[in-house]
């Protein structure tokens, strides 16, 4: 497709791939301290792809390798949520339901937020191709109930889904988003003073939240080729008494300290952990970066996210969840691993169960001593500071070698 003539690569294109920023929203592109020759760029210097011999590598590698172990065997536990399991407010006032991949229902100090939500069946513009789900959400759309805002992290199809957008229109919610991406939402029928759009730094009151939009590494694109007037975000969401960090997709940099100074603490972290790949090292963390972005924001308890519910890179699919165990028991960071839909209050996070290996392939091999220590030791919720010291010393070498 990217080596399709204009003329004909617009005959294809349908209303998912959104729209292109116009007037005064483009005015205002050009104007970010972000947008520099023509485009947004990076934190720092990035490329959306590392090829080690030729650009024919990745696709090698995507027909040849072992498919077997990227996908589960058998059907994810999720679980089943019900409108009553969110019916009573959070005790603490601040409430996660990771809904699979980047999606979470956020409940903070009486408001309702929903991150980068994605009902659709499949990570596409069409019906019929692309990555197709994993596993079922775990509640229809029409079970949700009312959301106070929905906030994207940026335009790609695992992060923002038209069918998905279009549906929470009726929600009444506000949609927050990056410079650009508004474009996509009116496109598709959000009405133009329901959404906020924010470049890196900038805050917005809505609903009695604080959000502000902060720096990410990534890049957008809706079709073949880069798009260049979309900008991309992780997100803070403050309340009265919770602050919460989104990093939407992101690969690690130093910015994650300079947000957690400025924004942080944060009562709970989601970050990116799977999707990684040598071939695009720059733009998606490993499960390793991403607990050490935790740390970086000063993050209380970390909820991994993107992973389990899409193939969309050649690891194992359990891959990212036993890798963030081992780092995280290593590096000293709360987790929480909740299978998709059970709701849980950070302040009080469930214990850790490897619900994930039931339905795993089976490895080549056992995994090394010390991680096997280390995610045994988490599942049993050793809480002694012994134990949480043999737990890192055992895990610390394997640790090293992802790194």
Not at 37 to 66: C, H, K, M, W
Not at 345 to 357: G, I, N, S, V
Request: aromatic letters at 8%; hydrophobic letters at 40%; charged letters at 20%.
């Amino acid at each position: 497709m990217a080596g399709l003539p204009r003329a004909a690569w617009h005959r294809v294109r349908t209303d998912a791939f959104g729209a292109e920023p116009r007037g005064e929203r483009l005015a205002r592109i050009r104007r970010s301290p972000q947008f520099a020759d023509g485009a947004f760029r990076n934190p720092v210097p990035t490329r959306r792809l590392v090829y080690e011999r030729s650009p024919l590598e990745i696709t090698r590698a995507q027909l040849t390798g072992d498919k077997t172990r990227r996908a589960p065997t058998a059907a994810v536990p999720v679980h089943r949520l019900l409108p009553g399991d969110l019916a009573t407010p959070p005790e603490t006032g601040l409430r996660l339901t990771w809904l699979g991949h980047a999606t979470v229902l956020a409940e903070i100090d009486g408001r309702r937020v929903l991150l980068d939500p994605v009902w659709g069946e499949r990570c596409s513009p069409f019906g019929w191709t692309g990555p197709k789900r994993l596993h079922p959400v775990p509640l229809p759309l029409s079970e949700l109930g009312p959301v106070d805002v929905v906030v994207v992290s940026h335009d790609h199809y695992d992060h923002l889904d038209m069918a998905t957008i279009r549906a929470l229109i009726g929600t009444e919610a506000v949609f927050a988003v990056p410079l650009g991406v508004g474009a996509h939402l009116e496109h598709w029928g959000v009405p133009a003073g329901r959404i906020v759009e924010l470049d890196w730094w900038e805050s917005a009151e809505v609903a009695g939240l604080t959000l502000t939009a902060t720096p990410a590494r990534h890049y957008c694109s809706r079709g073949p080729r880069t798009s260049t007037l979309f900008l991309w975000a992780s997100w803070v969401v403050a309340g009265g008494r919770h602050r919460i960090f989104h990093s939407g997709d992101t690969g690690y940099f130093p910015g994650f300290a300079e947000i957690g100074r400025r924004l942080g603490p944060f009562d709970a972290t989601m970050v990116q952990v799977g999707a990684y790949s040598d071939f695009w090292p720059e733009v998606h963390m490993t499960p390793e970066e991403g607990v050490r972005a935790h740390l970086d924001l000063g993050g209380e308890l970390l909820l991994p996210i993107h992973w389990c519910t899409f193939n969309l890179a050649l690891h194992p699919w359990e891959e990212p969840a036993e890798r963030v165990v081992t780092a995280a028991q290593a590096l000293g960071a709360r987790l929480a691993m909740p299978r998709p839909g059970k709701p849980f209050e950070p302040a009080d996070p469930p214990a850790l169960r490897l619900w994930w290996r039931a339905v795993a392939a089976p490895r080549d091999s056992e995994p090394p001593t010390g991680e096997r220590a280390a995610v045994a030791g988490a599942e049993a919720g050793a809480g002694t500071a012994a134990g949480t010291a043999a737990k890192t010393a055992a895990t610390r070498e394997q640790v090293t070698e992802f790194s």
